[in-house]
């Protein structure tokens, strides 16, 4: 696996190695684990050359101390990235990515995608995404964009980017990985202390109960025991939604004639969570 630390390297290698061949693309904040690997995986199956990016954006985080916690293990991600036999790895350092500083960058205008749960309670976080995501894409310029499904309304997001930019790059939303109890994939499970892993599974199961109960009662009942369900065991849910799945319009009931999505966020001590599971007709 080649790794870069700069633009015009990267942009060097990709030129020699094109030619006719395809390039997947998976960004990521590094701390990998098996959802990023499979995302790998996919974009191998899919592309003839594989570039993974490890950043941690910094003008993604509105909470400075969130950022400083976010896990950093560049090491193991490496030898994960070679075991997955991944062509170049991206690694660029802050000042690569922003070389006139973070102070007055670009704004997207996404509209109504950029009001709402993740967008309402994290502030600039999707300028972040986007801001550092259009960086990444013209470094790589890739045929295919591999994400995945459990930052949905990011995915959304990046697909409003890539219809601002024009580009011909496609987008390849992949299903969330899980652990054998459900709880999806995540770097900041890392943090989470062995009484807390124990518990964060009935995120899940609330989705689980969420899809199971749309033909037995109203969603308003369902949202309100899920509520109770986390917040007993010591969560503190910053959301519980239903959402049409291709707009993330919010719902107030279940309705079958839209494709559905629950989503949920939530925090257990100073750890944020987010999951979801689009919804399956019964």
């Not at 390039?23 to 594989?50: R, W, Y």
Request: hydrophobic share 40%; proline share 3%.
């Amino acid at each position: 696996m080649k790794i870069f630390n700069k633009k015009e390297l990267l942009n060097q290698w990709l030129i020699s190695e094109r030619k006719l061949s395809s390039i997947g693309f998976v960004p990521t904040m590094g701390a990998l684990h098996q959802g990023h690997i499979s995302l790998i995986e996919q974009a191998k199956n899919h592309c003839d050359i594989v570039v993974c990016s490890i950043f941690v954006n910094p003008t993604q985080f509105n909470d400075p101390k969130d950022f400083e916690k976010y896990p950093i293990t560049v090491e193991s991600d490496i030898e994960m990235l070679i075991d997955a036999s991944c062509d170049a790895l991206y690694l660029p350092a802050i000042d690569e990515i922003y070389s006139d500083g973070t102070q007055t960058l670009e704004h997207y205008d996404i509209g109504y995608i950029e009001t709402v749960l993740e967008g309402s309670t994290r502030l600039g976080h999707f300028q972040g995404v986007m801001q550092v995501v259009n960086r990444l894409l013209d470094a790589v310029l890739p045929d295919v964009l591999f994400l995945g499904q459990k930052d949905f309304q990011q995915c959304m997001v990046l697909k409003k980017l890539i219809e601002i930019k024009n580009s011909l790059t496609k987008v390849e939303v992949l299903p969330i990985q899980r652990e054998t109890d459900g709880l999806a994939m995540s770097s900041r499970n890392r943090r989470l202390t062995e009484f807390q892993r124990a518990i964060v599974p009935l995120i899940y199961k609330c989705l689980i109960s969420i899809e199971a109960q749309q033909n037995v009662k109203s969603f308003e009942i369902v949202q309100k025991e899920c509520f109770d369900i986390l917040e007993r065991k010591g969560l503190k849910p910053d959301y519980i939604v239903l959402a049409d799945a291709e707009t993330l319009t919010l719902l107030d009931d279940y309705d079958s004639n839209r494709k559905m999505i629950a989503l949920i966020a939530t925090f257990i001590g100073d750890i944020r969570l987010i999951d979801n599971l689009i919804l399956q007709k019964n």
